[in-house]
């Protein structure tokens, strides 16, 4: 594996995804090996933040003290341009189909990815 | 071969003071002598697994305080499929000869025996720990993902989704085990709190405390036997950001395998038992499964053709919308009323003919699927 992007989930502003060099699949997750073929050969890449509204749910209704200070909160699922599917936090009046632009925000005492729609 | 000889199920809702061990044995106890067996001819024992009291062996703690010895035993875990995964699984064993009367259970104090708090943060869990659960996602909040998706796609409203709680609530006034016995309108449900949107307090199932239990044998013992015709499962992720499709969902692929292994249709189906955490569930499931069309499902509960007298009468007990949610045991009731139905033993909620019936169980986010076929045989 090579190229190793530290990530929003590591606590930097940035949102990291893998390619594989022998079958080309993306994957957001970060493993050891390529989970379409099993290919170790994998290069890390930063998003560009970029990307299309998939899903939305407002969260109302949270289960811990840290999160309940939050609430309403939007998750939304995001399409990529770069072609991988990623969760991450947004406007509460994103709508589906909405093309959106990714800045991160603090959230529970963590940072973690919050998408804008583009203007 | 294997027959569904014997069902127990306890009433959902408190029980204030029982442990999920003591909700078990309550409903092993009923199973058992619904079976006309006594304790010592179980020889296989399935368990699923407490959110209350998490164990690395719950099938020998649970024989060992329910005084079974049992040849095999260990516990399951897939979710809310969990249970018909376990009935799956006992069919086989029956069927190879590895055991003789498999006894499926799943129970827990899940209401009473913690905080509403830590029971929706143990669900989270099923997301991502990295990716997902850091961003405070709950399991109705990954199930509105899947919600705003599909009406998007098939023009499905939230009044819609509305129609799958009423109903669910009109069978549970049927039955005195329910947890929940007031009458719901359309509007009571689209007033209810938001919870995670689109779905509001009334689209989701409650958290109860409750136990179900079966036994599967090799051989039938009573007059009117039910027999596990086929069945298969299909498991295409675990988070929903990995989810496929909606065309491409796991209910589609292990309802096609069951129907192979079955060799029957969905026209063949007489009674329909399917899961049904949220009003989104039920929906998806029904138009996955086949028994209505896409976009189809909320029209075909306006025209009551899944009511006790409909044409395809569906979760009678009232499913784990109004019957409750305690886990494990949760979509076991949902065997529980089909067997009773089956046999001509479910009272006042008898419907006319339940001889050829279709389960389905889904865990996770719509993550692990297990499809049914059970059919009556004299």
């Known amino acids: ?119 | 071969m294997s027959f569904v000889t014997g069902v127990g199920l306890t009433s959902y809702g408190k029980h204030e003071g029982s442990s999920s061990l003591d909700l078990m044995s309550k409903a092993a106890e009923l199973a058992i002598a619904d079976a006309g067996l006594k304790r010592a001819d179980i020889d296989g024992i399935l368990c699923g697994y407490s959110t209350v009291s998490p164990h690395i062996m719950l099938a020998t703690v649970f024989a060992e305080h329910f005084g079974i010895r049992p040849s095999y035993a260990h516990a399951v875990q897939v979710g809310g499929a969990t249970g018909l995964a376990m009935t799956m699984l006992a069919h086989h064993l029956v069927d190879a000869g590895v055991a003789k009367h498999v006894l499926v259970v799943g129970g827990e104090n899940r209401l009473t025996g913690q905080s509403r708090d830590a029971s929706i943060q143990a669900l989270a869990q099923v997301g991502h720990p990295d990716y997902e659960v850091t961003l405070g996602p709950t399991i109705p909040a990954y199930y509105g993902l899947v919600a705003t998706r599909y009406m998007h796609e098939y023009g499905v409203t939230q009044e819609d989704l509305a129609e799958f709680a009423v109903l669910m609530r009109k069978h549970a006034l049927t039955h005195p085990g329910a947890q929940f016995h007031d009458p719901i309108t359309v509007a009571d449900v689209m007033a209810s709190k938001p919870v995670a949107m689109p779905l509001k307090l009334l689209d989701c199932c409650p958290v109860s405390d409750g136990g179900a239990a079966f036994v599967i044998s090799h051989d039938g013992t009573g007059d009117t036997r039910v027999r596990v015709r086929g069945c298969a499962q299909a498991h295409t992720h675990q988070h929903v950001t990995a989810a496929p499709a909606l065309s491409e969902l796991g209910a589609e692929i292990s309802i096609a395998k069951a129907k192979q292994a079955s060799g029957l249709a969905i026209s063949d189906v007489r009674y329909a038992a399917v899961y049904d955490s949220f009003t989104i569930t039920l929906a998806m499931l029904l138009e996955d499964l086949g028994l209505a069309k896409r976009g189809e499902a909320a029209a075909r509960v306006r025209a009551g053709y899944f009511d006790q007298n409909g044409e395809m009468p569906l979760n009678t007990h009232g499913g784990l919308l109004s019957y409750g949610h305690c886990g494990v045991g949760g979509a076991m009731a949902h065997l529980v009323e089909t067997h009773l139905q089956m046999t001509g033993r479910a009272g006042n909620r008898q419907v006319r003919d339940a001889s050829v019936a279709l389960l389905h169980g889904d865990g996770g986010v719509l993550s692990s699927h297990v499809s049914m076929f059970l059919e009556r045989v004299r």
């Open chain 1, 1 to 119: 594996m090579s190229g190793q992007v530290v990530d929003w989930t590591k606590g930097a502003e940035a949102i990291a995804y893998q390619t594989c060099g022998a079958c080309g699949a993306r994957q957001y997750f970060r493993r050891s090996f390529c989970a379409a073929c099993g290919s170790p050969d994998l290069t890390e890449h930063r998003a560009s933040g970029a990307g299309t509204v998939y899903a939305t749910s407002l969260v109302c209704r949270a289960a811990t003290p840290e999160t309940k200070a939050h609430v309403p909160y939007n998750i939304v699922l995001v399409d990529t341009d770069e072609g991988f599917r990623m969760m991450a936090h947004g406007d509460n009046a994103l709508a589906i189909g909405d093309k959106v632009a990714a800045r991160f925000t603090q959230f529970a005492g963590r940072l973690v990815p919050y998408f804008e729609k583009v203007k």
